[in-house]
């Protein structure tokens, strides 16, 4: 593990994340970028993502740990006003995860799969699992 110039934090992390992976999570460093990471988040048992493989990339910025991890479009609490030093990447995956497995309409990315998941859940449930069978199934 090249870790030229990283705070003693981000080593830290890194070596928890490797050494103590969380189950269903595997997130790894680049060679090229220790602040970068690829991570797979299996799709948690009985949500409608079981059995996806879900594939991130995660940044960590210059700012880190006062700014949190950079994740795209990700609509978690923690990755944006509720972020806090405090919380640690293992947090961050452990926290998506959870939200695979409780989705909430409540803070959308997309305004229109909220408004159908409110009105007719088990049909977006099912949806859910069609894209995830299709997008998401580790092939």
Avoid at 12 to 34: C, D, F, Y
Avoid at 65 to 84: E, F, N, Q, V
């Amino acid at each position: 593990m090249a870790n030229t110039n990283l705070p003693r934090r981000i080593i830290k992390e890194t070596q928890r994340l490797l050494s103590e992976p969380a189950p269903g999570i595997s997130a790894s460093p680049s060679e090229e970028n220790m602040r970068y990471f690829n991570v797979m988040i299996l799709g948690p048992s009985q949500s409608p993502y079981e059995g996806g493989v879900f594939k991130l990339e995660l940044f960590l910025p210059e700012e880190y740990p006062m700014a949190a991890p950079k994740l795209g479009r990700i609509c978690l609490d923690i990755l944006k006003d509720k972020w806090s030093p405090a919380l640690q990447i293992r947090t961050v995956l452990l926290s998506i995860q959870a939200l695979l497995s409780a989705p909430n309409p409540d803070d959308p990315l997309s305004e229109n799969i909220a408004k159908h998941w409110k009105a007719n859940e088990a049909e977006a449930v099912e949806t859910a699992k069609e894209w995830t069978r299709l997008y998401a199934s580790g092939a």
